[in-house]
């Protein structure tokens, strides 16, 4: 397995387009996190899925955000609207749901996002 | 609330231990971690640690708990130049899914 794969990896939108990222999660993991991270900060949570399901929203991921994993397999984050504080480095990561991978939670490489 | 405190900057030479420190606030964080990023990565784990435990080696790296001061450290023997990136601190929050991150501490290796 290739680990966590992130697409894009770089992207430049302007101010009021919508944007979508993609994330493939490590084949055999159930859960899959988005994270958003700023320059000089360390990524924060906005939600969470087990399997299809998602289970968590943080107060970041406005109403402008929706992020979606149909087939519990890969996950979509769509941002409407894009903002120019929307800049930043979109991570994913996944683990998995029983016994030490349950708390090893790993990362793909991010989506650089870029407003104008 | 939840928070994750670290110092900003750390400069040490090739060969020399390197120590970032971590406090965190929430007393029922039940998992610490160390992730690592280099530049225009994602992050890499490096190690973590449950809280029962007070020490975990691994290698080079070896991890301190202080439970009590809510204080975490990494140390990193015979730091080599390939170190140099920023290091992460986390907390596994009181929900079942997110990880709570300090800024980073930028880790510089001097030749």
């Known amino acids: 397995d290739t680990g966590v794969s992130q697409d894009p990896r770089h992207k430049i939108t302007k101010r009021g387009q919508n944007v979508t990222f993609r994330c493939d999660p490590i084949?055999?993991?159930?859960?899959l996190y988005w994270y958003r991270q700023t320059l000089g900060q360390g990524p924060e949570f906005l939600t969470y899925f087990q399997n299809e399901a998602q289970l968590e929203k943080s107060r970041l991921l406005s109403d402008r955000f929706s992020a979606e994993r149909p087939k519990g397999s890969f996950s979509t984050l769509e941002i409407q609207r894009t903002e120019q504080g929307d800049s930043a480095m979109y991570l994913c990561?996944?683990?998995?749901?029983?016994?030490?991978?349950?708390?090893?939670?790993?990362f793909g490489p991010g989506t650089r996002l870029t407003v104008t | 609330g939840e928070d994750v405190e670290q110092s900003l900057f750390l400069s040490v030479r090739e060969g020399d231990s390197s120590v970032i420190n971590c406090t965190y606030t929430d007393s029922s964080s039940t998992y610490l971690y160390w992730y690592k990023q280099e530049p225009g990565a994602g992050l890499q784990l490096l190690t973590y640690?449950?809280?029962?435990?007070d020490m975990k080696q691994d290698q080079r790296l070896t991890v301190l708990l202080n439970k009590k001061d809510k204080h975490l450290s990494l140390r990193i023997a015979d730091t080599q130049t390939g170190d140099s990136a920023i290091y992460f601190c986390?907390?596994?929050?009181?929900?079942?899914?997110?990880?709570?991150f300090g800024k980073g501490t930028k880790l510089s290796v001097k030749p």
């Open positions: 990561a996944s683990s998995g749901l029983r016994g030490t991978t349950s708390y090893e939670q790993y």
């Open positions: 986390a907390e596994k929050g009181r929900s079942q899914g997110n990880l709570i």
């Open positions: 084949s055999e993991h159930n859960r």
């Open positions: 640690i449950f809280s029962n435990m």
